[in-house]
């Protein structure tokens, strides 16, 4: 994953991926009247971002997104979804709904249900590209020549 | 658009030739493979079923679990098999050939019958999720407002996960200090 | 009745994954396969015949989609759980690597062995 695949493939992802990033923001938006919803379009998001991981490799994609910031943005993501909870107590019971109702089909309607999956969306999304990213980093501090056979017992404990 | 009962007989038939070859083949390529077939037909079995968001999300989910799984086995020994013990082996065909007798014998009392359901709940919350949230979509209702206590324990558990992942792989340890 | 039967065929292919085999990767693809079978079981119990998605759309009557839609409770409980599964897997992986930098083997046996 250093060096990158051929040429026609790191053009065609770089023309698609941004379609599949609106792609996935749509499916969380509309959550409430198309399916979808937060959980879906969190993993099509982070598929976004691991088709350019695999094109490109890892240094390019970290200049765009790099860790710290996924990091920080999925703490944000979990700690909006609790304050979106949070405000439930302001009639009495916690996670109670709130907001204005709206009208049915339409965008505004559902209450508090369109900041819970935006909130989801972004947590989901920025954990699961994290976690692949770091997975697809341990093959270069781990060179080859670190791994001890068990010849030696003494050198393990 | 009706169908019958021997599609889904046909579908889950091949997702089971799918999967034993997944676990019993003797290269670890070809057993990811089958692995990614048995979750694409497994989401077309979803959209038959009647329920597209979670059609969308195995989707993803079977790519993204191939590239996890090759990335942890690329570089490292790829080919064969070892051998397998045999004192499970036995003991796993008696597990097997006893749980397939009680299945089929006590089969009118474990399993409920197949396309007709009893929605004491469902019927509830199909009625409520317009009418009062006035949400057309009753899955993201129940998963968010009316179950939503239940989606704050499984964010935190996605949460650990990764987190676990990050002092798993990390540079430094305390050792080598 | 057959059809939860094949369920339940897959499960104990799973579970022949997990405890029979001795390459970790193994073991983690028999994990995936339980998976798939517990998901596919809840969401074949919510099944009705000739039943539409219960999502509503701008032309049908509320009473009949009461009538026809196919149990939503279900497919709520299984659509966080495949993500949770892939979560597992993601951590197994990372696992799996540092078990292989510090023996250099994925096989059990050779694992146990040396417990010192």
Known sequence: ?157 | ?177 | MIIYIIISIMFLIGIYGMMVKKNIIKIIIGMNIIGYAVNLFFVVLGYRNEGIQPILVPGIDIKEFVEKAVNPLPQALVLTSIVIDLSTICFLAALSIRIYEKYGTFDLEKIRRLKG
């Open chain 1, 1 to 157: 994953m250093n060096k990158g695949m051929s040429e026609i493939v790191k053009t065609i992802c770089r023309i698609v991926s941004p379609f599949i990033l609106i792609f996935g923001i749509s499916i969380v938006i509309y959550g409430h009247l198309t399916p979808g919803g937060g959980f879906p379009g969190g993993v099509v998001i982070a598929s976004a971002f691991v088709i350019n991981l695999l094109a490109y490799g890892r240094e390019k994609v970290l200049l765009k997104l790099s860790l710290n910031k996924s990091d920080i943005l999925h703490d944000i993501g979990a700690i909006l979804f609790l304050l979106v909870a949070l405000t439930g107590f302001i009639e009495g019971i916690f996670f109670l709904n709130i907001f204005d109702k709206g009208k049915l089909f339409s965008l505004w309607s559902g209450g508090n249900l369109i900041f819970s999956n935006i909130a989801i969306g972004l947590k989901v999304g920025t954990s699961l590209f994290l976690g692949i990213t770091l997975l697809s980093m341990a093959r270069i501090f781990y060179k080859k020549d670190k791994i001890e056979y068990f010849e030696k017992e003494e050198d393990i404990k």
């Open chain 2, 1 to 177: 658009m009706v169908i019958n009962l021997g599609f889904h007989i046909f579908l889950l038939s091949l997702m089971c030739i799918g999967s034993i070859i997944a676990v019993a083949s003797r290269k670890l390529i070809s057993s990811l493979v089958s692995l990614g077939t048995v979750g694409m037909l497994l989401s077309i079995y979803f959209l038959i079923l009647g329920a597209p968001d979670i059609a969308i999300t195995q989707l993803v989910v079977e790519i993204l679990t191939l590239i996890i799984l090759l990335s942890a086995i690329t570089g490292r020994d790829v080919t064969a098999d070892m051998s397998s013990s045999k004192l499970y082996r036995f003991l796993f065909i008696i597990i097997f050939i006893v749980s397939l007798i009680t299945f089929f014998t006590y089969s009118n009392f474990i399993f409920p019958e197949f396309g007709k359901p009893d929605m004491h709940v469902g019927k509830e919350y199909l009625y409520l999720a317009p009418e009062k949230l006035k949400a057309a979509n009753a899955v993201t209702a129940i998963v968010l407002d009316f179950r939503g206590y239940d989606t704050i324990g499984e964010a935190t558990v996605i949460f650990t996960a990764i987190i676990g992942v990050m002092v798993l792989l990390r540079k430094k340890g305390k050792k080598d200090e």
